[in-house]
């Protein structure tokens, strides 16, 4: 891959920590873009792909073949960061259940738009419901359900309709988020089918964003783009999971932050067994290192195991002679033989080679007289071959031919003739007569000397005579010498089946050394005899009619004779199939006898080792080929455990600083709630991870002080159930901010606390969390708790109370909060609107106490703690405390406000209601008293 494609690799599956590790060069580079990721490993044979190319690699001594290097500095720093913020920036604006739980027909959307909203109610009044709607459009499930450790299966089925939702209205819960502070975007969660009553039961619902149904991939998408996959709410019966579940499920918690699935799927999967390194066969198929390990196994003497050493450590060219003279070492030392060290390696393997077949011959005699001398091979098969005897026999038969023609033609020429005709060729030469073409002359051997009687006819015909017998020998000559060319070829054809199918033994001595031999060997060697006497009958026939042929391959043969030749050697071609098929068949027989011998001879332990030796040094190429294949399979391992380590190393840096953002987070939240002397959370602990998939276990250790001596141990053991819910808030507040969630939606933080943490919780926690940008949703059942809010958070403008209550008739309700000042008149006021005068005036006692609560908490001593005026009469809080402050800021002020409180009295006690015109003015004045005592509780919605 080149420079240009590394650095923009993107890893398939996505993960951030594979991509980056992606990048970098060479082998561990290599090794993590072969990886398809966590979920498609199985899929394909990547790390078998990958572990065969390093080691051709190093067979082939490529100058790529580099030990894998750590990644660098940059890759390092990039790994180290790769958990930052994931998560969008959200806020919570309005959420609606419909027909959900303990809801009915909500008619408008409950608003949530400021940084913190706080929702009390008591028990059964439905904010469990309310916590789950927004569980429930998170994940789409109830973790109360869905675990089955934390309810009854049976028991919780259909747990997500209203039980009292008519016949044709549907199930869901839709809320309205702003997110990254400028886009709004609506989730809405249908249900499909409801939870039945088996464990294994599951709800089917359907996601809808902005009005598009989105598929569960796309949901995923979504959900991990806005939360980072992690729901930003902590129910009241997940709070104390985290320290309550096992080591191993504690991680699960931090899975999303740890993200090291990927690295630790690729570490668990990039491992290779020495059965699994086996299987990675040399190219010349692995039967020499084999054999070559066989040998070694029985190795004794030290000279034999030096040369061993020394030949595998060899490289190159020079691995063959130390294969050779470790082959020959081993001989001398080993097998107790002739062969002496600095033999080479021809003469040692002769000398092993006798040894091994008097070790056969003792136990069977006859074995060397049945070997087949020649075997099948290409030079024997080429001899074979029909198309090449029918070759040599088309070639006598058109030489044949020839003398035939040759001879019809010169049949009419007598001796005389040819007497004649050497004559005149003398006379020619001598100059008597005159060269051809010349017109009659006169012959120099007739009386008439004048008379010309040689005419040029008659010397023509005279010269042609001689060449016509001259063609008869030529074409004679030619004729003879194909046939000898054809008999060789029979003869060598012979010669050959006489070798593949040895004639043996004699019958007599055959059958005793059979009686005598062992049952397996006689078994196989009377299969020997029956495929030669088969052979023989089969064959015989053929050549014995040329064996005058054989036996006279110089003479003369006639023409008859030469066509009865070319006949019997069509027979001879009719015959190959034969003569194959009877040698494949007798060579197969006696490998079975030579093995059935070889097997009585392993009654000898050398026997065994002496043969695979021969065999080694028969293919010492081979062996040559396996050891530098062996050599590079260990190069690539190491490289592989190398890169493993190396990967390894970056997982437990990246654990280990994971582990101390979660522990200092968590560390930091506890000591805002809990300030405890003798046994408080010491940090988190993550022991390095070992065993089968490297799983991460994480132990919350505690810290024991007894004034003397400090402890640490498991936190289970000591803390008390108040500190395990403390400690559940601390790790939920830390992995949401880790994650990037700027929404935090609590049911119920405060079980198991006492009035003192309910403190540190409403003030400065929230506080701190406000301060960090988190919109915070606070469902509780606790009114002192709400109360300690409310006090707490009075200076802080953004921030409303909500109640949540049941009707029996229209279900769960949440209407618009009355625990704040400003709340407080205005819920009068819109009983004033609806004509409720005494609600009305109700809310304006409320007002009048919140007021002389805030204005003491703000004017009084340091040390007060407005909670406990909560119990206090307003009479008594006016004439003890903010009376006074209120005469000094406005004349007549500690008077008029005793008056308002006189008027709230109206109906109780048979005492005149006051009008709308009084509870205006009431509530008028009121907000005018706020402001002269610099009280900021909420939001003034006349300023």
Not at 193 to 209: E, F, K, Q, W
Not at 269 to 290: E, L, M, V, Y
Not at 539 to 552: I, K, P, R, T
Not at 786 to 812: F, K, L, N, T, W
Request: glycine share 6%; proline share 4%.
């Amino acid at each position: 891959m080149s420079s240009t494609k590394v650095e923009k690799f993107r890893h398939p599956s996505g993960d951030t920590l594979l991509t980056i590790l992606g990048r970098t060069s060479g082998p561990l580079g290599d090794l993590v873009r072969a990886f398809p990721g966590p979920d498609d490993s199985d899929a394909t044979d990547w790390l078998g792909d990958w572990f065969r190319t390093r080691i051709t690699e190093y067979f082939n001594e490529s100058t790529d073949a580099a030990p894998p290097q750590p990644a660098s500095e940059e890759a390092e720093a990039d790994v180290m960061q790769s958990a930052e913020q994931v998560a969008a920036s959200v806020r919570l604006l309005s959420v609606r259940p419909y027909y959900f739980r303990g809801f009915r027909d909500t008619p408008e959307p409950i608003v949530f738009s400021d940084p913190l909203v706080v929702i009390d109610g008591s028990n059964s009044s439905g904010k469990t419901s309310l916590a789950e709607a927004l569980e429930w459009l998170f994940t789409g499930k109830l973790l109360r359900r869905s675990r089955g450790d934390l309810g009854n299966p049976g028991e919780l089925e259909n747990c997500i309709t209203n039980a009292f939702r008519p016949d044709g209205e549907d199930t869901w819960v839709e809320a309205v988020f702003e997110v990254d502070g400028h886009r709004r975007t609506t989730l809405r969660r249908e249900l499909i089918s409801d939870y039945g009553p088996a464990s294994t039961a599951h709800c089917i619902s359907r996601l809808v964003c902005d009005g598009n149904e989105l598929d569960v991939e796309q949901e995923s998408d979504l959900l991990d783009q806005l939360f980072a996959g992690v729901p930003p709410i902590l129910m009241q019966h997940s709070l104390r999971l985290f320290v309550h579940d096992n080591p191993a499920k504690r991680r699960e918690y931090f899975e999303r932050l740890l993200r090291l699935n990927g690295l630790t799927a690729l570490i668990s999967k990039a491992a290779i067994g020495s059965a699994g390194i086996a299987s990675f066969r040399s190219p010349t198929g692995g039967d020499a290192h084999a054999k070559w390990s066989r040998l070694k196994d029985g190795i004794v003497e030290p000279v034999s195991r030096r040369a061993i050493r020394t030949a595998e450590k060899s490289s190159g060219q020079k691995r063959r002679p130390a294969l050779e003279k470790a082959l020959v070492a081993i001989a001398a030392a080993e097998f107790g033989d002739a062969v002496q060290l600095g033999t080479a390696i021809g003469p040692a393997r002769a000398i092993i080679e006798t040894t091994q077949r008097k070790a056969r011959q003792q136990n069977f005699p006859h074995l060397q007289d049945l070997r087949p001398r020649r075997v099948l091979d290409d030079a024997t098969l080429e001899l074979l071959s029909p198309e090449a005897l029918h070759t040599y026999i088309a070639a006598v038969e058109a030489e044949r031919e020839r003398v035939d023609r040759a001879r019809a033609a010169a049949a009419t020429i007598t001796d005389a003739q040819i007497a004649i005709a050497t004559a005149f060729t003398q006379l020619e030469v001598a100059g008597l007569i005159a060269p051809a073409g010349t017109d009659a002359q006169v012959c120099p051997l007739c009386a008439y000397e004048e008379v010309p009687t040689l005419t040029r006819v008659r010397t023509d015909l005279i010269r042609g005579w001689a060449p016509l017998r001259d063609a008869v020998d030529r074409a004679t000559q030619a004729q003879n010498k194909a046939v000898r060319t054809l008999t060789t070829r029979l003869a060598n054809i012979r010669a050959a089946v006489n070798q593949l199918i040895p004639k043996g033994p004699a019958k007599e001595a055959l059958a005793i050394a059979i009686e005598s031999a062992p049952t397996s060997i006689a078994k196989a060697a009377r299969a020997v005899q029956r495929d030669a006497d088969r052979a023989r009958a089969a064959l015989n026939g053929v050549f014995s009619a040329l064996e005058d042929w054989f036996a006279h391959p110089d003479g003369t043969p006639s023409q008859d004779d030469i066509a009865s030749l070319t006949n019997r050697s069509r027979q001879v071609i009719d015959a190959l199939d034969t003569i194959k098929d009877m040698s494949s068949r007798y060579a197969q027989s006696f490998a079975a006898l030579e093995q059935a011998v070889g097997t009585a001879a392993k009654g000898d332990a050398q026997y065994d080792r002496r043969q695979t030796w021969l065999d080694l040094t028969n293919d010492i190429d081979s062996l040559d080929k396996d050891l530098a294949w062996e050599q590079a399979k260990a190069k690539a391992h190491t490289s592989l455990e190398a890169a493993r380590e190396m990967l390894k190393g970056m997982r437990q840096a990246v654990l280990e600083s994971r582990r101390r953002e979660f522990s200092d987070g968590i560390a930091a939240v506890w000591r805002i709630l809990r300030e405890d002397v003798y046994s408080g959370f010491s940090h988190l602990h993550i022991p390095k991870p070992t065993g089968k998939g490297y799983p991460v276990r994480i132990e919350v250790k505690a810290l024991l002080d007894d004034g003397s001596e400090r402890r640490e141990v498991d936190a289970l053991r000591v803390f008390s159930e108040s500190q395990v819910h403390v400690l559940g808030i601390a790790a939920f507040v830390t992995r949401s901010k880790l994650l990037g969630h700027r929404l935090l939606i609590l049911d119920d933080p405060v079980q198991s606390m006492d009035e003192e943490h309910f403190k540190s919780f409403a003030g400065p926690l929230l506080s701190h969390l406000l301060d960090e940008g988190f919109q915070v949703v606070v469902l509780t059942h606790n009114d002192l708790f709400a109360r300690e809010v409310s006090v707490a958070q009075c200076e802080r403008d953004e921030y409303v109370s909500m109640r949540i209550g049941h009707d029996q008739a229209a279900g769960c309700y949440v209407e618009e909060g009355t625990r704040r000042l400003y709340e407080r008149l205005t819920q009068a006021k819109k009983r004033i609107q609806r004509d409720k005068m005494g609600d009305a005036w109700k809310f304006v006692r409320f007002a009048v106490e919140r007021l002389c609560v805030l204005a003491y908490k703000k004017h009084g001593p340091q040390d007060f703690d407005p909670v406990k005026l909560l119990d206090r009469s307003a009479e008594s809080m006016i004439e003890d405390a903010v009376g006074g402050l209120l005469e000094e800021r406005v004349a007549g002020g500690k008077a008029r406000l005793k008056e308002i409180l006189r008027m709230t009295a109206g109906g109780a006690h048979d005492t005149r209601l006051q009008g709308k015109t009084d509870c205006h003015r009431a509530i008028r004045d009121l907000y005018n008293f706020a402001r002269v005592l610099e009280i900021r509780d909420g939001k003034n919605p006349d300023s």
